[in-house]
């Protein structure tokens, strides 16, 4: 089934439970930040627009990303600025969901920090130390910060009994001039060498997607998310019950998309044929999207 650029309806993948048909259902759209509506924070084509659209039909909107290198206030701010119609409440951030984990599992707990980019002001309540023994290390994104210094004193932390928290293991990001590599390429060499498992706190952990249907107050069905990694973005949010759609922008790669652990329930050029798609599915399943 297509509708211009747009590529959907594909076979779906193991284990999930939306359906094609359920899509006039839809209430809600999750919605991942880089690689989707921008690039290098530059707005992609007709990504703003689209979001406005959704707006205009009732839908609910959450921005769910992984991105540790700036505050929600921060992001709502930049976004605003390219003229997408989001606040600071609208976003949902793997640095605050590290900081609510923490505070939960770890209440108290002297924690080291290794992030490219300041976000501290969304990790409250968050005991964060520079020197000493940490009790936790808590991995952000990656980017200069991650040195051979830097990972090797994350390193002794852990031989010494420190816990390892990672805000996401994602291997690499889209750039307007390339894939950079993330902190998962660094974060399963320290798994190794230490001889642990991180506790994972951002996509794809189901809490993540779980926080942020409650955060709208929809259920899994009446959800949609739509991204450009297949496995943290799209896959992760179908084994969560939530319609998942594949975008080909950011880093997308069609080697990736092949080689990926199931199958999109739809793929689209960009998040700008979003709006297409849910008109499509609605005329042909008779209904309209709930608000």
């Keep these: 089934m297509t509708c211009g650029v747009v590529d959907a309806g594909e076979a779906r993948g193991p284990g999930t439970a939306a359906t094609v048909g359920s899509m006039e ?3 809600a759209v999750l919605v991942d930040i880089d690689g989707v509506l921008t690039v290098s924070w530059k707005a992609l084509p007709g990504t703003a627009s689209a979001m406005e659209q959704l707006r205009g039909a009732g839908l609910r909107i959450a921005l769910v990303t992984n991105n540790t290198s700036r505050t929600r206030a921060a992001i709502a701010s930049r976004l605003a600025d390219l003229g997408f119609p989001v606040d600071a409440g609208d976003i949902l951030t793997a640095p ?3 900081a609510a984990y923490l505070r939960e599992h770890f209440p108290g707990a002297r924690c080291l920090l290794l992030n490219s980019g300041d976000v501290r002001d969304d990790l409250t309540g968050v005991t964060l130390v520079e020197e000493g023994d940490a009790d936790v290390v808590v991995l952000g994104g990656a980017g200069a910060e991650f040195g051979y210094e830097a990972l090797n004193r ?3 932390q852990l031989q010494r009994g420190a816990r390892l928290v990672s805000m996401h293991r994602n291997l690499y990001w889209g750039t307007e001039d ?3 590599l993330d902190t998962g390429a660094f974060l399963e060499g320290l798994e190794k060498a230490a001889r ?3 506790e994972v706190t951002g996509k794809p952990d189901p809490a993540f ?3 942020a249907l409650a955060h709208l107050g929809v259920d899994a069905s009446e959800a949609l998310m739509i991204g450009d990694d297949i496995e943290s973005d799209v896959l992760a949010a179908q084994r969560s019950g ?3 759609v594949l975008v080909r922008t950011g880093k997308y790669l069609p ?6 652990s199931g199958t999109p329930d739809h793929v689209l050029d960009s998040f700008a044929d979003l709006p297409a798609l849910l008109a499509l599915l609605t005329a042909e399943g008779g209904g309209t999207p709930q608000r």
């Design 178 to 180: 390339g894939l950079d």
């Design 209 to 211: 997607f779980a926080s």
């Design 242 to 244: 939530i319609t998942g």
């Design 255 to 260: 080697e990736t998309h092949r080689a990926a």
């Design 154 to 156: 994350v390193f002794r």
């Design 196 to 198: 642990i498992q991180a």
């Design 25 to 27: 259902r839809i209430r």
């Design 96 to 98: 605050a969901a590290t």
